[in-house]
């Protein structure tokens, strides 16, 4: 049995979500982990905790079933990083919910 992907820092890799410029043409891909996620547009790359991602919103309807999504995140260092880019909706949903239950304490 093969083992998992992980990540040193944000643990198994969970899965791979591509993102568009303008809903047509890929400009790259947020790689989704365990404790985080893994933002790799533009020629860069950040890696950063759940926690680290301050805003999470969907922005407009884009054709072939993709939505505009704004995201602000902060790196390591405290600089604040703005995207704005297309993703499917399905895939929206899913990083949404992965970045809403970290960080909570469990309900008993």
Avoid: W
């Avoid at 198994?12 to 591509?18: A, M, N, R, V």
């Avoid at 400009?27 to 759940?50: A, H, Q, W, Y």
């Avoid at 991602?53 to 079933?65: A, C, F, N, Y």
């Amino acid at each position: 049995m093969a083992s998992k992907p992980v990540d040193e820092i944000l643990g198994e890799i969970k899965g791979k979500i591509p993102v568009y410029a303008n809903g047509m043409d890929m400009s790259g891909d947020i790689i989704l982990c365990e404790d985080g996620v893994i933002v790799r547009m533009d020629g860069n790359t950040i890696k950063v905790p759940f926690r680290y991602i301050t805003m999470l919103e969907k922005s407009r309807d884009l054709p072939l079933g993709k939505i505009g999504v704004e995201m602000d995140i902060y790196d390591q260092s405290g600089q604040k990083h703005y995207f704005h880019f297309g993703m499917a909706d399905t895939h929206f949903i899913t990083l949404k919910k992965a970045c809403g239950k970290k960080g909570e304490p469990e309900k008993e």
